[in-house]
């Protein structure tokens, strides 16, 4: 950026724009996820204008570069530019064209220029804006040819009520929902590839992750629970705070090795787990809870599979990853950085005790008669839950 110009990012709502008389609501939960993502970086001063917000650092100092990075993982931001401000005159669009964008525009062979007049008074028109300002821009850098349909870079002036803003190309956002617009929901979280992207995919619907995390010690180990909460991390990253409870599970698992048929000891797991989950998820106001099952994926994942499993609790039950084979999911996970930490190998409560042969066309009716076979099981259903620790994962 040139000497002396002052610099802003401006960020481009998403489906927000379709919200109606909502709208403004939904822009102050988004102003709030963005202060939240931007606090360490200093304080920032966020305007409201049309369908964009405009995010001004209080401190000439603050570091763009890092603002920038923290919000492309805000949910609710389809795009954002950092721009500098002028003057509403020509000439000092030209000159701040001609400073601002010189880094981005001599590596490039072809731009256009597009003008966004929303003060109508301003004397050119926006076609009058977008010929002046191509021409300074070719005049000065002779490489440069036009192309309107496919360019390198695109030029854009946005005129505004009090000054104008020049920018370059968009940075491309997280889209979807701000984080807390769609209620909360408790996601069950283990230590593989697939649970991480469902809490991903549905904190980007705008949801508040509460997380739910069994461990069986010793047969799983601390080093599992540390690669768990270094996977929420990277999910709060873009999420923002997770509420994690962590359930020993051990004496539960134990008594479904030791009183349930093997065959369907994985599906009776998970009907436990599903109920705990339920409990803790009420206890923090959660309207459904999440889990990252793929239909036909593992034994337990069947269509008759899970049916078994929903049959368990009364909560709706969220799985975006259902449709998705295992290289879509593999693709979300390698793009919010959670693949390496998953397939570290250490082993959850999951893979403890696993039947050589699962049934995958089990009748619910089966399943809860092998449930019943395990004695005091709602005591240390409610002792599970007691004994629960609690953490806040950043």
Known sequence: MG????????????????????????????????????????????????????????????????????????????????????????????KTAKNYLEEQLLPVKTFKVEAKRSDKKFPLNSPQICRELGGELLKTFHHLKVDVHNPDITVTVEIRDKFAFVRGGNIKGAGGMPTGTSGRAAVLISGGIDSPVAAYMMAKR????VAVHFASPPYTSELALIKVEDLLRKVAA????????????????????????????????????????????????????????????????????LGCTDSATDMPVFRPCIGMDKDEIIAVSRKIDTFETSVQPYEDCCTVFTPKHPKTRPKPQEVIDAESKIPNL??????????????FIR
């Open 378 to 391: 709602d005591e240390m259903i409610s002792k599970a839950v007691q004994s629960s620790k609690r953490e």
């Open 3 to 94: 000497i002396g110009l002052k610099e802003i990012i401006l960020v481009k709502n998403g489906e927000l724009v379709l919200k109606g008389l909502n709208r403004s609501n939904f822009e102050d939960v988004l102003i709030k996820n963005m202060r939240r993502h931007l606090a360490d970086l200093g304080s920032f001063t966020f305007t409201k204008s049309q369908s964009t917000i405009m995010v001004e650092p209080n401190d000439e100092n603050t570091d763009l570069d890092d603002a920038a990075d923290a919000l492309k993982k805000v949910f609710g931001i389809a795009a954002l530019s950092r721009a500098a401000v002028c003057e509403k005159d020509m000439n000092q669009i030209i």
């Open 206 to 209: 705008g949801i508040e992750l």
């Open 238 to 305: 873009y999420s923002g705070t997770i509420t994690t409870y962590i359930v020993p599970f051990t004496e539960i698992q134990e008594a479904i090795r030791d009183y349930c048929p093997e065959d369907y000891s994985t599906l009776v797991m998970r009907r436990i787990m599903m109920k705990i989950s339920e409990i803790i998820a009420k206890n923090q106001n959660c309207l459904a809870l999440i889990t990252g099952e793929s239909v036909g994926q593992v034994a337990s994942q069947t269509i008759y599979a």
